[in-house]
């Protein structure tokens, strides 16, 4: 894989590695805790018969709907407390272009302030600091051959780890602008919205979704095709017209927004990048075996008004476990971030799961016409 990278641009820099288990094979137990799992890469995903992974394309806002946020280049996006606030790269004398060699690093670009306490309407503030006619030239690296990615690791911002590359491109293709960043709601998992870049059509862009674990060498890229395609209209089909901003960020409970340097603002569903989907016909998905540190089975899920999900905890084995099994789980349906699942013995529903915390185990699950996100196993009680 290394030689289709050749040079490597510096679009990724990673800092600290969070602790996670690292699964090699079918035998080997994955130690989940309580943490959230998404179906983004191959650490639980076992057999699947009837059922697929879905990827789902953000929903974009129609951008009449909310008054137009600052448009730029690069940019990130972060939620501090009650305030989103946008740091974005915008050019002082609009429309000015890039020149030939050292001069490709021009005077005239400006790193630019925004701020939201909705996500969705911004200002401008006067902030009073700087009045800059000129910039100095940075520490600007120029380089040949494809946009790659690669991370390096430091405990004080001082010592650095060597540069890993993290191996993600096709055959012949520009990836850059990664983006990537620990997801607020399974900060084990980093999510990428890396910008990949078509030199030869114009230089229009386009977004792709990649996950890492923590110390991974390279991405796990399930879907090759489009995360975000540039659109409707001929604003995203210009030069260089889609780069995300840094940070996916939560807008509501059920809803994260992600945000275009273009102007673009585009929504998906909490968990919602990538589901286990199954149709009409009833299909089944089981896990790999794991321990978990919970005491309920908590789910994110969405089905139609004829559709349904049933849980089985099994064995390792395939054994399903007393009192758990695939036709005492009471079915689920409905749209839901977060759902704790039941099994009835009789008139009884229970959900508590605390017995097995600890123990190998697997889940089975039975889906028609649903799609299930993400599953955890909360601590309600100590």
Not at 114 to 121: F, I, K
Not at 166 to 186: D, I, K, V, W
Not at 198 to 221: H, K, W
Request: proline share 5%; hydrophobic share 35%.
């Amino acid at each position: 894989m290394r030689n289709r990278l050749t040079r490597t641009g510096w679009a990724l820099l990673l800092v600290g590695l969070l602790g996670g288990a690292v699964v090699a094979g079918e035998a080997e137990v994955v130690s989940l805790g309580t943490r959230r799992e998404l179906f983004v890469d191959d650490l639980l995903l076992g057999q699947m018969q009837g059922v697929r992974l879905k990827l789902h394309e953000p929903t974009r806002l129609p951008r009449d709907v909310y008054p137009p946020r600052p448009t730029g280049h690069y940019a990130t996006v972060i939620r501090d407390g009650d305030v989103y606030r946008l740091y974005y790269r915008g050019d002082k004398i609009p429309g000015a272009h890039w020149r030939d060699g050292w001069a490709r690093y021009h005077g005239q670009e400006v790193t630019l302030y925004a701020e939201s306490r909705d996500g969705y309407r911004w200002t401008t503030p006067d902030l009073k600091l700087y009045e800059i006619e000129q910039f100095p030239a940075g520490n600007v690296v120029l380089d040949k051959g494809l946009r790659s990615i690669a991370r390096a690791t430091s405990k004080d911002f001082l010592q650095w780890s060597d540069p890993v590359i993290m191996e993600a491109n096709q055959a012949g293709e520009h990836l850059y602008t990664s983006g990537t960043h620990p997801y607020f709601r399974a900060p084990h998992i980093y999510i990428a919205l890396a910008t990949r870049f078509m030199a030869n059509r114009s230089s229009i862009t386009d977004i792709v979704f990649l996950a890492a674990r923590p110390g991974a060498r390279r991405y796990t890229r399930l879907f090759p095709d489009a995360f975000i395609r540039p659109g409707l209209g001929q604003d995203g089909w210009g030069n260089r017209s889609n780069y995300i901003a840094w940070h996916i960020v939560p807008t509501s409970e059920t809803q994260m927004s992600i945000y275009n340097v273009n102007g673009d603002h585009l929504v998906l569903r909490t968990d919602g990048f990538i589901s286990v989907h199954a149709g009409a016909e009833e299909g089944e998905f089981l896990t790999k075996p794991f321990t978990f540190g919970g005491d309920r089975l908590e789910i994110n899920e969405s089905t139609s008004a004829a559709g349904r999900i049933r849980v089985e905890i099994q064995e390792p084995d395939g054994r399903p476990i007393a009192g758990y099994t695939l036709e005492q789980c009471v079915a689920i349906y409905g749209d839901r971030i977060r759902h704790i699942v039941e099994w009835a013995d009789g008139q009884e529903k229970r959900s508590d799961v605390s017995a097995l915390r600890g123990r190998p185990v697997r889940l089975r699950f039975a889906l028609q016409e649903a799609d299930l996100y993400s599953f955890c196993f909360p601590a309600t009680r100590p």
